[in-house]
């Protein structure tokens, strides 16, 4: 499952995973974001390989980001599980997202008309009680454990204020793209977010953790998230594109 419209929902892989989504658009413009999940019930693979969680941000000069990002997620959900078995999770995710980025970046040099799409792309996969992260551009991951929120994702920005939303690595953006990738254990009731900048940024911390804490339903948690930052986003003309995906760890396989 993928999409780039607005839209809330559940996806669940039983006795192991729930998953709640939730994405929006401020005011009449496009949504640039794109998330999938992959689950065994979408692609058999998926059991022995790991469910899929991703989301992807896209930007242009032209108001086309959504070509990026829903090339960047459709490609990387569906070509990981058609890659060689015995490839790494590193292995198979950069070869395809690499393929990817030449794709775009050679678009954007040969065609002026094309808005010089990027794309940010935060992977989570799920299997055998451990998570695998791949992760690039300026969305952000955590981990809800214990009651703390604990960031996982490093954001590829300028440092300079005046450039804090410059992407510096980005889907499509150079012609060498560079992926940070880390992996752990997952533990019973564990609970991943992943969030755009829509929502990271309008909300900040304390809210997420408010959110967080307050509510132990997967899409309620996304919806929540989204719908604050809609409602912050229009007391101050903001446009910023809001989508979290919200897992929880449910049972011992994950």
């Not at 799920?126 to 454990?145: E, I, K, M, T």
Request: aromatic share 8%; hydrophobic share 40%; with cysteine.
């Amino acid at each position: 499952m993928s999409s780039c419209r607005p839209v809330s929902g559940t996806a669940e892989v039983p006795g192991a995973l729930a998953i709640g989504y939730a994405s929006a658009a401020v005011g009449d413009k496009n949504n640039e974001d794109c998330f999938g999940v992959i689950t065994p019930q979408e692609m058999p693979e998926a059991a022995e390989r790991g469910t899929a969680v991703a989301l992807a941000d896209g930007g242009s000069a032209g108001g086309t980001g959504r070509v990026a990002s829903e090339l960047t997620v459709r490609s990387l959900l569906h070509d990981f599980y058609a890659t060689p078995s015995d490839w790494s999770v590193e292995r198979a995710i950069d070869t395809v997202l690499c393929s990817v980025n030449d794709w775009l970046y050679v678009q954007n040099g040969r065609d002026p008309d094309f808005g010089g799409v990027v794309s940010t792309l935060s992977m989570l996969l799920f299997g055998n009680s451990r998570f695998h992260l791949a992760h690039v551009g300026d969305s952000r991951v955590f981990r809800w454990q214990a009651g703390t929120l604990e960031r996982l994702s490093d954001d590829h920005t300028w440092p300079r204020r005046d450039m804090r939303h410059v992407l510096r690595r980005a889907v499509g953006l150079d012609s060498h793209l560079v992926i940070d990738f880390q992996s752990g254990q997952t533990r019973f009731d564990d609970v991943f977010v992943i969030a755009s900048d829509g929502v990271w940024e309008v909300l900040g911390s304390a809210v997420m953790e408010q959110v967080l804490a307050g509510n132990r339903d997967v899409t309620g948690i996304a919806s929540e998230l989204v719908e604050r930052s809609v409602q912050n986003q229009r007391q101050y003309m903001g446009h910023n594109d809001a989508t979290a995906l919200v897992i929880r760890i449910i049972g011992s396989g994950c």
